[in-house]
């Protein structure tokens, strides 16, 4: 199984773990030393470095974000690739919320693998991107559901 391959599954564990808020069971696809890094402006971007504060960021993340709207749908817009020793994809999310405009949010990721886990996982926004996804909150911020 290639890195591809690896990607593509962790890429579906993701979703379950989404969809169960069972994040332990994306354990097996990172190293224990994994960092993930989401380099983008405030508040999106961020360091976290351990395996467990990666689970624990996916999971605040996702209770923050995407659960205060009705639904997401995430899609590949470009990749996955392998590209300069890593699996590359360009990402697109899209939040829909009764009463607004859909929020969609694009970006990039890459995953660095050592065997057939991720031992760096990086997200990247660009300032224009979560300036808009700011100017969203701004205008339809009340009408999202409490964080959890």
């Known amino acids: 199984m290639g890195m591809i391959d690896h990607y593509l599954a962790y890429a579906a564990a993701f979703e379950e773990a989404y969809a169960s808020d069972d994040w332990a069971r994306l354990e097996p696809f990172f190293t224990e030393d994994a960092v993930y890094d989401f380099i983008a402006p405030a508040p999106f971007g961020g360091t976290y470095e351990g395996r467990a504060a990666v689970l624990a960021q996916f999971k605040a993340s996702v209770n923050g974000f995407d659960r ?8 590949a817009l470009e990749g996955p690739i392998e590209k300069d020793g890593a699996v590359w994809m360009r990402w697109a999310a899209i939040y829909t919320l009764a009463g607004a405009p859909d929020c969609r949010m694009e970006g990039e990721e890459r995953a660095v693998f050592a065997g057939d886990r991720i031992r760096r996982l990086e997200d990247c926004m660009t300032d224009a991107e979560a300036s808009h996804v700011g100017a969203y909150f701004a205008q339809y911020g009340t009408k999202l559901k409490p964080a959890k």
Do not use: G, H, K, Q
């Open 68 to 75: 205060r709207f009705d639904a997401r749908t995430v899609e």
